[in-house]
């Protein structure tokens, strides 16, 4: 409690001394480790929308005055994601959530200069292969919210960024096969059932890449509420789709790092059994 007052006041001096001279005073080391500390502690409740964008404030200070700062790139581009796809209600929101994850997402990945100088001849697939395993948080999320993004805009968006996102996708499944709770698995399983027939979509790959997700990671509500989502709604099984919604909702577990993600999916599947007449 103590140390919570102190770094408030000490944000509320910057804060005052900053605006003082026009916003224009480039932050001092130890004011960017006061953003940060700040900004993780918020993080804690990203559950709470207000909690996700006062973090997400302290994390852009400090990032706008070091974007060399890999952790904070990947807190930017994953509560941005966080933002669009667990909170925003509004279509537009949403969009500019996932836009913003990809915009900082595509810059901080284009700091690899073998990655910078193959994308300039239009290689995607080859300027990825550039890319490096302490990069694989900045990759994962950046393809995820471009995936969200794309979604949210329809077929012809999905088919655009379609390359750009699954070569992404694979080059974190060559270099972190396990990263985040099953995320490679389950973002195949999400692709394989929202994917046209004549883009590749293919219901049984779909389900056994979901099934391989909940094997490597069964703490993570995010992979069960995603398959009703895309899986059971194109299937038509109304049945398993309430089933496995109330598994979420009925999962009472608190982990020790997934505690704020799975309240989030629990509120995702709470909305989804509402929706369930108009899917089905």
């Known amino acids: 409690m103590v140390r919570s007052i ?28 006061i953003m ?21 404030s302290k994390f852009e200070l400090a990032f706008d005055a070091n974007k060399k700062d890999a952790e904070l790139a990947q807190y930017l581009i994953r509560g941005y994601y966080i933002l669009g796809d667990g909170h925003e209600e509004n279509k537009d929101l949403k969009i500019k959530a996932f836009e913003k994850a990809v915009a900082i997402g595509d810059a901080v990945l284009e700091q690899n200069e073998e990655y910078a100088k193959t994308l300039k001849k239009k290689d995607i697939e080859s300027a990825v292969e550039k ?10 999320w950046t393809a995820a919210s ?14 655009k960024h379609k390359s750009k996102i699954q070569s992404l996708v694979k080059q974190v499944e060559k270099l972190k096969p396990d990263y985040f709770h099953g995320s490679v698995p389950r973002y195949w399983g999400g692709y394989y059932a929202v994917a046209p027939g004549i883009a590749g979509g293919d219901m049984k790959k779909s389900k056994k890449y ?55 999916e629990r509120k995702k599947a709470e909305k989804l059994l509402e929706q369930e007449d108009k899917l089905f």
């Open 6 to 33: 102190v770094l408030s006041m000490t944000l509320m001096l910057f804060s005052a001394s900053v605006l003082a001279q026009g916003g224009l005073l480039p932050l001092s080391e130890k004011e960017i480790e």
């Open 36 to 56: 940060k500390t700040e900004g993780k502690r918020l993080w804690q409740k990203r559950d709470v929308k207000e909690s996700l964008e006062e973090a997400l």
């Open 131 to 140: 890319l490096t395993v302490d990069q694989v948080p900045v990759m994962f």
């Open 146 to 159: 471009l995936g969200k993004f794309a979604r949210a805009n329809g077929i012809f968006s999905s088919m």
């Open 210 to 264: 979901f099934e391989q997700s909940l094997a490597m990671a069964p703490e993570y509500l995010g992979t069960k509420v995603l398959m009703a989502d895309v899986y059971y709604t194109k299937k038509g099984d109304k049945k398993e789709f309430k089933k496995i919604l109330l598994e979420v909702i009925g999962d009472k577990s608190n982990h020790p790092e997934l505690g704020p993600d799975n309240a989030i």
